[in-house]
């Protein structure tokens, strides 16, 4: 049941992370010409697509917080871990309470076993090109819904709100009834409405609030998220050029067959640092284990 909710969260999530290129166009600062409106429109889309492509390179230290019930002051369960992009995957080491590994032997294991998978993603060969290929098509279909919400919702203008030094934008959006799904994951723009917040000089989108307006079905229909299933996002620059997620909040329910479920979780992103590319992370893996690195005494 987790995994299909996450993976439902994502086409959702992916969904509204772009919801700013869905906005009718006459909404958007109207001191701009048409032809400023859609450059202004292609940089966040633009922004949003690196974005994705930032999450391969840089590693994070996620905590995810599960409760009971959204409203429960103090979690039941805290998970704590050191994510690091893997080529075709992502790895998450298990931290301690302080983010600190709890065990010298049990972190150097998973940093052995993450080397492992960091030597296979940085290999030649029929697997990989498949993985790779199989990644590149996941890729292209994330792209895919990021250029659909042009057509996808219809956004209006409510105000502009400070958060810290930085003015943002703030967009209520709405399902386009003219929009025809292609796909099952554009399919559920008709089902969800929210808010966004953009930071117009930045062109990127800063915090997003999504409620679920209809239920939706998922594995073949034999499970359902239901209306009033809520999300929020909250996203800061971490580069320049590059804004991640700093906070993400999930309260859903729903049933999977006949049984119900419920998933309440926080997490929050923190310690980004780039990596690099499987080759790159590769030799900063074998650092960290005090391993001489190959590929660095290669003339």
Known sequence: MRARTSSLLVIILLCCSAHVAAQDLSQIQPQLTEAEKRAFLDRVIASQKNDEQALDVYERIERVEVRKNPNDPQPHEIRISRVVPAGTGIDHIPLGPDAKPADAASYRAELEKLERALVWSSSTGRAQRDAYEKAAKKQKERSDILDSTRTGFLFTFVARELR?????????????????????????????????WIDEDAGQIARVEVEVIEDISFGLFLGKIYRGSRFMQERYEVTPDIWLASFLQYDFDGRKFFLPFSVHERTFYSNYRRIGPPREALAVIRAELGKPDPAAADP
């Open 164 to 196: 810290a030094d930085r003015t943002l934008a703030k967009y209520r959006l709405e399902p386009n009834p003219a929009f025809k799904p292609t796909s099952r994951a554009t399919s559920v723009f008709s089902k969800v409405r929210g808010f966004a």
